[in-house]
């Protein structure tokens, strides 16, 4: 009994909450976040972030929330100087900053992202990829940062090249950073994780990604209690868990953007009409 506690004392990585989760993010690291949209973000953790106030960050994510909710709240508060994504649209303040140039923004193809993330997490330095082929972002100039004048001050440099039988394609870098941030359905108290559904899209990624990885989870279970076979990302990746509440605002699942349409009504449908 002595051994089993002693081992499951050594390998748990539960941390009272998200403040102490994040105590040691400061000014200019840089931070991996998971989630696609709205999606699997981890809110929790990202309040936290915005509650300690250390700025300058780097942030590698597939987007940056919107205005009012996930990275766009650390995006208002003026915490982030450089951001690494696929996709920007939904958040107007996101283009005041970059046009204005208090933000530098690196856009990158999403399945390059997702792949310099995993290769990163793999230690794999860099790899070759057709995407991007023919675009600036082999080419180089893509603006990445403006001056207020709006002329660029910080323009990507181009790609290297290669020719692989008779196709071109062009080296990408492994990313890792110095935290990585995800949010899991489920998670042991070693840090094995299971996501649902789309949440599962970047978070394996970015949390592979992070020197220092932290996991919100919406249910904490205890070691075993999880299927080997159910595993999304082995708690070798993840050195902190940190269980929110349901109830916590922070934790809320927001629709990105809602779009519905009138419910159809057989009565009024034109086709009866017409054929009466």
Same mark, same amino acid.
């Given at each position: 009994?002595?051994?089993?506690?002693?081992? /499951?004392?050594?390998?748990?990585?539960?941390?009272?909450?998200?403040?102490?989760?994040?105590?040691?993010? #400061?000014? *200019?690291?840089?931070?991996?976040?998971?989630?696609?949209? %709205?999606?699997?973000?981890? #809110?929790?953790?990202?309040?936290?972030?915005?509650? =300690?106030?250390?700025?300058?960050?780097?942030?590698?994510?597939?987007?940056? #929330?919107?205005?009012?909710?996930? %990275?766009?709240?650390?995006?208002?508060? #003026?915490? $982030?100087?450089?951001?690494?994504?696929?996709?920007?649209?939904?958040?107007?303040?996101?283009?005041?900053?970059?046009?204005?140039?208090? %933000?530098?923004?690196?856009?990158?193809?999403?399945?390059?992202?997702?792949?310099?993330?995993?290769? *990163? *997490?793999?230690?794999?330095?860099?790899?070759?990829?057709?995407?991007?082929?023919?675009?600036? $972002?082999?080419? *180089?100039?893509?603006?990445?940062?403006?001056?207020?004048?709006?002329?660029?001050?910080?323009?990507?440099?181009?790609?290297?090249?290669?020719? +692989?039988?008779?196709?071109?394609?062009?080296?990408?870098?492994?990313?890792?950073?110095?935290?990585?941030?995800?949010?899991?359905?489920?998670?042991? =108290?070693?840090?094995?994780?299971?996501?649902?559904?789309?949440?599962?899209?970047?978070?394996?990624?970015?949390?592979?990604?992070?020197?220092?990885?932290?996991?919100?989870?919406?249910?904490?279970?205890?070691?075993?209690?999880?299927?080997?076979?159910?595993?999304?990302?082995?708690?070798? +990746?993840?050195? =902190?868990?940190?269980?929110?509440?349901?109830?916590?605002?922070?934790?809320?699942?927001? $629709?990105?953007?809602?779009?519905?349409?009138? /419910?159809?009504?057989? =009565?009024?449908?034109?086709?009866?009409?017409?054929?009466?």
């Amino acid at each position: 009994m002595g051994l089993r506690t002693g081992l /499951r004392t050594g390998l748990d990585k539960v941390v009272a909450d998200s403040s102490e989760a994040v105590a040691d993010v #400061g000014e *200019g690291a840089s931070v991996a976040v998971g989630g696609f949209g %709205l999606c699997g973000i981890p #809110g929790v953790l990202i309040e936290a972030l915005r509650e =300690r106030g250390a700025g300058g960050l780097r942030v590698v994510s597939n987007n940056c #929330g919107v205005d009012d909710w996930g %990275l766009g709240l650390l995006l208002r508060e #003026g915490l $982030i100087a450089r951001m690494t994504s696929s996709y920007v649209g939904e958040n107007k303040e996101f283009a005041r900053q970059y046009l204005s140039g208090e %933000l530098e923004v690196e856009l990158v193809p999403q399945g390059t992202l997702a792949e310099r993330l995993r290769a *990163g *997490g793999a230690g794999i330095p860099g790899f070759y990829t057709p995407a991007g082929v023919g675009t600036q $972002i082999a080419d *180089g100039g893509l603006p990445w940062r403006y001056r207020q004048d709006g002329t660029v001050a910080v323009a990507s440099p181009p790609k290297e090249t290669k020719t +692989f039988k008779d196709r071109e394609y062009l080296l990408e870098e492994g990313i890792t950073t110095d935290f990585a941030l995800v949010r899991a359905a489920v998670g042991d =108290r070693h840090g094995n994780l299971v996501f649902h559904a789309s949440a599962r899209n970047f978070n394996p990624l970015v949390a592979m990604a992070g020197r220092i990885t932290v996991a919100e989870v919406e249910e904490l279970v205890e070691p075993g209690e999880i299927s080997p076979d159910q595993v999304h990302l082995p708690g070798i +990746f993840v050195q =902190r868990v940190v269980g929110v509440a349901a109830d916590d605002p922070a934790a809320a699942k927001r $629709i990105e953007r809602r779009t519905t349409r009138p /419910r159809h009504d057989p =009565r009024h449908d034109p086709r009866h009409e017409e054929s009466a």
